[in-house]
């Protein structure tokens, strides 16, 4: 029987991913065929092994998956506008659907073994547990979730089963690092996850037939502690400079862009391999084209997302990962004067696009500690050296008086060694600086050589 028709994909091309769904039974025949109206009839060979098949436009839209057949729909396309009509049979077994006028982005699917179709979320080529009957379905859900003490308490029901085995992946944010283990979930579970703040935590089970509900794929924010957040808003730019807004990663940890946006404010901002990086800043604005020309520079990642207008005089913007607000910036006629941009964080006017605004000390949040051995450096003298800890790689910069580079080096993560700078050689008599650079966080500490 037909279990699912997907004709109107919102993100993707018709030609990509629309989609006819069949799912079998015990039965067997030789071959099976699928009728869209008057149109001549597909044949295919009947699955020997699969208990479910899709028809696609490309084969290469196709899972791996024994269970899974896969048949082509040729040039048929299906109609987005109108009502439609369908036909399938095999040996002595036959099934036909009507099925209203589409809407796009959802999928038509059917209730049970009857008559009825619902408009819902697609779920291409696995079951729907929501509304088909007779498939073997355990499932996740998150409870609750508590941090105390440097500890996430988390607690979740399984649904479906009364006990299964899962795999745990926990990506501490605020190392970096990923652990990983197994464990055995009952009923109602819970457990504990040490962390030095905000995780990414997943929760996986066997892929069964119904596979949207086998993961819990989350990340749980320490409040007030936000792991990404809108570090600068530009709402009412000078002209022709287009409105932007820059996001920074203050976590120890990649976050992947398919997954950040503007809460309600259109798309997220990248594919799936796109990542805001460690202490990387990005710019997000609905120009690209226009701020990347009036910046004239090209140091610093933009990114797209239907931003729509922000408000002069009085607006806000929250940021999402996933559907989950993480940090929020607000702002009226009295926080900034236009054309300025400002910092919702330290509430400040701003305008230093992809660079945080830092001080010259090392403090406990900083991504990286330094230290120098002196800050007078004599030319006959002993050398300039700088100790840096740090659990990820620092470039480590010598800027001469006008701020130009003269030398560069990187320092591995957990180095213990002093390491000299070649001050006394690349510098001329007066002011120079070192600069210390983990992503887009850098601190520049100034020195003076003397004869």
């Known amino acids: 029987m037909f279990v699912e028709i997907f004709p109107d994909p919102k993100f993707v091309s018709d030609n990509e991913g629309e989609f006819v769904e ?74 036909s659907v009507s099925l209203s006028i589409p809407k796009e982005g959802s999928s038509f699917q059917r209730v049970g073994e009857g008559d009825d179709w619902v408009l819902s979320k697609e779920t291409f080529g696995t079951a729907n547990a929501d509304y088909e009957i007779g498939i073997q379905d355990c499932g996740l859900s998150w409870g609750r979730a508590k941090y105390a003490d440097g500890e996430w308490s988390l607690r979740g029901f399984l649904t479906g089963c009364d006990s299964a085995k899962a795999s745990l992946e926990v990506l501490d944010l605020g190392t970096g690092l990923w652990r990983s283990s197994e464990t055995l979930l009952s009923g109602t579970f819970s457990f504990d996850v040490r962390t030095r703040g905000s995780a990414w935590v997943r929760l996986i089970l066997p892929m069964d037939a119904a596979p949207a509900n086998d993961t819990l794929d989350s990340l749980f924010v320490v409040p007030g502690n936000a792991p990404v957040v809108i570090s600068e808003v530009h709402h009412c730019p000078e002209e022709p400079l287009p409105e932007w807004v820059e996001v920074y990663n203050a976590s120890k940890a990649a976050l992947p862009l398919s997954r950040l ?59 999402c990962v996933d559907q989950t607000p993480v940090d929020s910036a607000f702002w009226n006629k009295n926080t900034v004067a236009c054309p300025l941009g400002f910092n919702p964080r330290l509430g400040l006017a701003e305008n230093t696009p992809g660079f945080q605004r830092s001080s010259s000390e ?90």
């Open 22 to 95: 069949i799912r079998f039974d015990e039965f067997r025949a030789d071959s099976l065929y699928v009728r869209f109206e008057e149109k001549a009839a597909l044949a295919f060979r009947f699955p020997r092994n699969a208990n479910r098949m899709v028809l696609v436009h490309d084969s290469t839209q196709c899972p791996k998956r024994d269970s899974l057949a896969c048949g082509l729909l040729g040039t048929l396309t299906l109609p987005n506008s109108r009502e439609s009509y369908w036909k399938l049979w095999a040996g002595s077994c036959a099934d």
């Open 261 to 319: 946006s503007f809460c309600g404010r259109g798309n997220a901002w990248g594919g799936l391999p796109d990542s805001l990086q460690p202490y990387e800043s990005v710019l997000i604005t609905k120009d690209t084209a226009g701020l990347r020309e009036q910046l004239g520079f090209s140091d610093v990642r933009i990114f797209f997302a239907s931003l729509g207008f922000l408000n002069n005089t009085a607006g806000s913007l929250t940021l």
């Open 362 to 451: 090392s403090t406990d949040e900083d991504p990286f500690k330094f230290k120098l051995s002196t800050r007078v450096v004599r030319k006959r003298g002993a050398p300039l050296r700088v100790l840096v800890t740090s659990e990820s790689e620092v470039r480590v910069r010598l800027l001469d008086s006008a701020g130009h580079g003269v030398w560069k080096q990187s320092i591995p993560s957990g180095s213990s060694s002093w390491l000299d700078v070649p001050a006394q050689d690349k510098c001329k008599i007066g002011v120079c600086y070192v600069s210390f650079k983990q992503g887009s966080f850098e601190k520049v500490v100034g020195f003076v050589v003397r004869p």
